[in-house]
């Protein structure tokens, strides 16, 4: 078991390397520490409020909740239990990793690393949008799960977490926003206006 254990270690840290030096370039180093932060995506966010509010007025008010409920679950189970239960030290805080990886942000950080809340939320999100509006958004909706992927490798490419972090993170966040999204669909489940009310030909 513990040579089990240090082998995923050891894999662990040799893809958090791998990202975060060897795959490496300007761009990369310019956007991604702002791109995941939520203050840029602050103008998606209320875009997508603005659209759910105008396109289902009273409705809207029960997906806002269910909404803000499954990200404060996640938000709050990865920082209060999981992380303060694991206690794993962030890879830019690790002594053994001091000059072996780049932190491409001004702060570490001092809390916990496992797991991933950046993952967990956007892919919670993600997942709880793709299915109670799937109607909507059609195959547009698996750029969500590309936006959330985007978001965990840049926490990684950053030197903030782990690989093991942000897929743990992800799992827990699609877990989450799949049973909101099915409780709310059974409660209040939008559905296409035009395909509700039009008639076969």
């Not at 082998?7 to 795959?23: H, P, R, T, Y």
């Not at 942000?105 to 939320?121: D, L, T």
Request: charged share 10%; net charge positive; proline share 4%.
């Amino acid at each position: 078991m513990q040579t089990i254990l240090s082998s995923l270690q050891a894999g662990d840290k040799w893809l958090l390397e791998l990202i975060n030096k060897e795959g490496a370039n300007s761009f990369f180093d310019w956007l991604l520490p702002y791109w995941r932060t939520p203050t840029f995506w602050a103008p998606a966010y209320l875009l997508l409020l603005l659209f759910v509010v105008y396109r289902f007025k009273k409705k809207a008010l029960w997906w806002v909740l269910f909404f803000i409920a499954t990200v404060s679950l996640v938000d709050f189970t990865g920082n209060q239990l999981i992380k303060q239960t694991i206690q794993r030290v962030r890879p830019c805080n690790d002594p053994t990793l001091l000059g072996e990886i780049i932190l491409r942000i001004p702060n570490c950080g001092s809390g916990f690393s496992f797991i991933s809340n950046h993952a967990a939320n956007h892919f919670a999100m993600a997942t709880f949008i793709f299915i109670t509006l799937s109607s909507y958004l059609g195959k547009w909706g698996y750029l969500l799960f590309f936006w959330a992927f985007s978001v965990g490798y840049a926490q990684i490419y950053v030197g903030v977490h782990y690989p093991t972090d942000v897929l743990a993170g992800s799992f827990f966040g699609l877990l989450i926003g799949w049973l909101f999204a099915r409780q709310y669909n059974k409660q209040h489940r939008i559905t296409n206006f035009e395909s509700v009310t039009s008639t076969p030909h």
